[in-house]
Nanobody, 125 residues
Framework: QVQLVESGGGLVKPGGSLTLSCAASGRIFSIYVMAWHRQAPGKQRELVATITSDGTTNYGDSVKGRFTISRDSAKNTVYLQMNGLKPEDTAVYSC???????????????????WGQGTQVTVSS
């Protein structure tokens, strides 16, 4: 019922910037929370940032002051502006959303948690 598609990953030098986007599509009537997670090789998945429907944000300690999460509710899209990138930021970044959706014939409502496919961010000189 719901799809999340990330974009914007790539290779950047230390100290550089990158902006990720994640667009949600489908029979959506509300997105309660959107979040970015990341997972580096050999490490556990880490919460990067979250944003609620009223705009409240929360960040992981390792990215506070460098990353900014924002959302465009009209477009069902969340962004992650990443500044001051470090080699340790290298990871696959995945979008996650807590979504209210309609059934196929729009007569029922449901709620689910969805993930995007991930986008690679590599910070290297």
């Amino acid at each position: 019922q719901v799809q999340l598609v990330e974009s914007g990953g790539g290779l950047v030098k230390p100290g550089g910037s990158l902006t990720l986007s994640c667009a949600a599509s489908g029979r959506i009537f509300s997105i309660y929370v959107m979040a970015w997670h990341r997972q580096a090789p050999g490490k556990q998945r880490e919460l990067v940032a979250t944003i609620t429907s009223d705009g409240t944000t929360n960040y992981g300690d390792s990215v506070k002051g460098r990353f900014t999460i924002s959302r465009d509710s009209a477009k069902n899209t969340v962004y992650l502006q990443m500044n001051g990138l470090k080699p340790e930021d290298t990871a696959v970044y995945s979008c996650n959303a807590d979504v209210g959706y309609y059934s196929a014939n729009y007569n029922l409502r449901g709620r689910g948690n969805y993930w995007g496919q991930g986008t690679q961010v590599t910070v290297s000189s």
